[in-house]
């Protein structure tokens, strides 16, 4: 069966445009209020939210919903993704749901959905939704007296910075580090600022007016450049940059310099090694990962294990095969010590912790390997499926055969976006990028 609303993270759309309306939302309460619906406990769904100005809309919808169907809600306001994830646990709900479309411009938005231990949906339960979502329930809405109640609730900001502290050592105190944070202007705007601070910071904050259409808007991960030069305006030693619900990091370094998550990776795992945290020898992360970071862990005696792009895929293999570390280059680590999905300010700390441990500028801490050159190339399509074309899979063909054993390549289409992302990777830059834009010629010649 193909799925009609969710992609690779959850249900993503533009706001007020299919499958991102209210009556869609009122569906998916609904249909996941009575996919989770187990036994004869009254049932609750804790529902967080980024800044958009959509959320508003899509919340009163899904509220609607899982209360047809019995469930009571529990509504966090303004949080990040993992905040959300870690209270679902912590709260003994059913369902937790997050109104966000992590990374991308306002205008969108999205729905992600954790069950009750904390992971996101397997592929068979989102189908299960899907098709209890195009059924006719209205012979299984809750009676009158069975219908479920809503309700805001306060404190939770202040568990998730608890929770968030607690994954560093009793004694480490951050004294002594300037740290400039990027919110985004979205979910973490309130308790990363916090929770630095009250960690012995100097804190800096960044991207924390949010306005309902700032979010992602020349700030955040998807904007670093704002936050390094704020670096280099205080002259702090790190800067911290979090995306619209806080589920991603990335870091700059008291030069300016951009750190992505595969370096972070490689930060944490050479430290935990060291430590023997490690629950497996090696981590987990994407095709897209670069080779320099494979290579790394080779010279540690780890292993890279690779999965395709999103970051449930990751903690789907680290849960399969027992790791603890995994994430993806674009900044979602996964630190399932700690959290059950992507934790942008629970990774910075643990950044943080090395910083600390070893005494040395990020830009050292931070440079644990050089990249091989990696060139990522879109490619804009109208439908179809050219990655079934002939004439596409010669040129990717020759273009493997032309790599060899050097490099890399990975074509794919995007699970947010109509583009065909067209990567390659190895040692003789100029070849991969005649290699990529051989590719995508061929792509778009029959899109």
Request: hydrophobic share 40%; aromatic share 4%; net charge negative.
């Amino acid at each position: 069966m193909t799925r009609k609303f969710f992609g690779t993270d959850g249900i993503r759309g533009r706001a007020n445009t299919w499958p991102i309306t209210p009556e869609v939302a009122l569906k998916v309460g609904m249909a996941t209020g009575l996919v989770f619906t187990r036994g004869e406990h009254r049932h609750r769904v804790v529902i967080g939210k980024d800044t958009r100005l959509s959320g508003y809309m899509i919340e009163t919808a899904l509220v609607s919903g899982f209360t047809s169907v019995g469930m009571d809600v529990f509504q966090l306001g303004p949080i990040p993704t993992p905040a959300v994830a870690m209270l679902t646990r912590s709260l003994r709900a059913d369902i937790g749901v997050m109104i966000s479309a992590s990374h991308n411009a306002y205008h969108d938005n999205g729905i992600k959905i954790f069950g009750p231990d904390g992971f996101k949906l397997s592929d068979d339960i989102e189908r299960e939704i899907e098709e209890m979502m195009g059924a006719d329930l209205t012979e299984r809405l809750a009676v009158s007296d069975k219908l479920g109640r809503a309700k805001r609730i306060d404190g939770v900001h202040d568990r998730y910075i608890e929770a968030a502290k607690r994954t560093l050592p009793r004694n480490l105190s951050l004294d002594g580090l300037r740290i400039a944070i990027d919110c985004a202007n979205g979910a973490a705007y309130r308790v990363a600022p916090e929770a630095l601070w009250e960690l012995g910071a100097d804190v800096v904050p960044v991207g924390v007016t949010p306005d309902g259409f700032n979010i992602n808007d020349g700030c955040g991960s998807t904007s670093p450049a704002a936050l390094a030069e704020k670096v280099y305006e205080v002259r702090a030693d790190i800067g911290i940059a979090l995306d619209g619900d806080a589920d991603r990091v990335l870091i700059v370094d008291e030069k300016g310099h951009v750190v992505d998550g595969d370096q972070l990776m490689a930060v944490v795992a050479e430290s935990w090694k060291e430590d023997d945290r490690l629950s497996a020898p090696g981590i987990v992360a994407t095709v897209m990962s670069n080779l320099g970071l494979e290579r790394f862990l080779g010279s540690l005696g780890l292993t890279l294990d690779r999965t395709k792009v999103g970051d449930r895929y990751v903690v789907e293999r680290m849960r399969q095969m027992g790791f603890n570390v995994g994430g993806e280059q674009s900044g979602h680590i996964i630190l399932s010590d700690f959290a059950t999905t992507g934790d942008g300010l629970v990774a910075a700390l643990q950044v943080l912790a090395v910083v600390k441990k070893l005494d040395k500028p990020v830009s050292e801490v931070c440079h644990r390997f050089d990249r091989v050159p990696q060139i990522l190339e879109n490619v804009r399509t109208r439908g179809g499926k050219p990655l079934e074309n002939e004439a596409v899979l010669s040129a990717i063909r020759d273009a493997e055969t032309k790599l060899g054993n050097s490099g890399r390549i990975v074509i794919r289409p995007s699970g947010t976006e109509p583009v065909i992302r067209v990567m390659a990777e190895g040692d003789d830059e100029v070849l991969v990028a005649r290699l990529v834009k051989e590719i995508c010629g061929a792509v778009e010649a029959v899109v």
